[in-house]
């Protein structure tokens, strides 16, 4: 069975500081990944995907993740807070049999503070 | 990327009642549409998967009877609360699979806040 499991459930920063919102995953097979965020009462929104290209993956917003098979993460990063990044994060793996049905995180709330 | 929208984006109605929510592929034919569920501060549970001109595939622990789907065209599919109670307030997300590309991508609406009094 495939699973993403989000280290922390809150992370806060300070305005202009680096982000990082770690993802660990769980696959039998190479996964397909994605980073997806949500700003209050709102839909999705998709960052960044990983499907077994490159392993550093530029997003929207400043934002990347990279994959890393030795350590079955998908971290997502972004060197630079902004006050606009505060929402909730998803990490994401896409199934890859049948109707390829996502399997989300328990998601993150990213914080920033002036 | 392509769109996907929801119809009512905030709905209130009475116990007992029905409501239908609509979910629709602007852009792209979407043979395969998927129902979630967000209550506040959680994250994403999928209700059930729609497919176009077959019945919907519930995931575990979903009652069927009392979430209908209906997915009658390849850009709609609707979403019907049955005899709603207080306890099925919630954010319902839909999303539908755009397979016209090398991989398939999920486009997700913006969602619809039920709130049952």
């Known amino acids: 069975a495939q699973s993403v499991t989000q280290l922390d459930s809150h992370v806060s920063v300070s305005e202009g500081t680096p982000v990082l919102l770690r993802c660990n995953y769980s696959?039998?097979?190479?996964?397909?990944l994605f980073w997806y965020v949500q700003h209050p009462n709102k839909g999705l929104q998709l960052l960044l995907k990983y499907t077994s290209a490159a392993t550093l993956v530029k997003g929207i917003n400043g934002f990347e993740a990279e994959f890393k098979k030795s350590e079955t993460s998908f971290h997502l990063t972004k060197p630079s807070a902004h006050m606009s990044d505060a929402a909730e994060y998803f990490c994401v793996v896409r199934m890859n049999t049948g109707f390829q049905k996502l399997v989300f995180g328990t998601g993150t709330r990213l914080l920033v503070s002036p | 990327g392509a769109v996907v929208s929801q119809h009512p984006s905030r709905v209130i109605c009475k116990s007992g009642t029905s409501v239908k929510i609509e979910c629709r592929s602007l852009?792209?034919?979407?043979?395969?549409m998927f129902w979630y569920r967000q209550f506040p501060k959680q994250s994403l549970m999928l209700m059930a998967t729609?497919?176009?001109?077959?019945?919907?595939?519930?995931e575990q622990g979903v009652e069927k009877d009392k979430f209908l789907i209906n997915h009658a065209s390849l850009t709609l599919s609707t979403l019907t609360v049955t005899s709603a109670h207080p306890e099925d307030s919630s954010f319902y997300i839909c999303?539908?699979?755009?397979?016209?590309?090398?991989?398939?991508?999920?486009?997700f609406g913006p969602g619809t806040r039920l709130t049952v009094t």
């Open positions: 999303s539908a699979r755009d397979d016209r590309g090398r991989f398939s991508e999920q486009y």
């Open positions: 729609s497919n176009e001109g077959s019945k919907a595939t519930y």
């Open positions: 852009d792209f034919q979407a043979t395969t």
């Open positions: 696959s039998s097979y190479s996964p397909s």
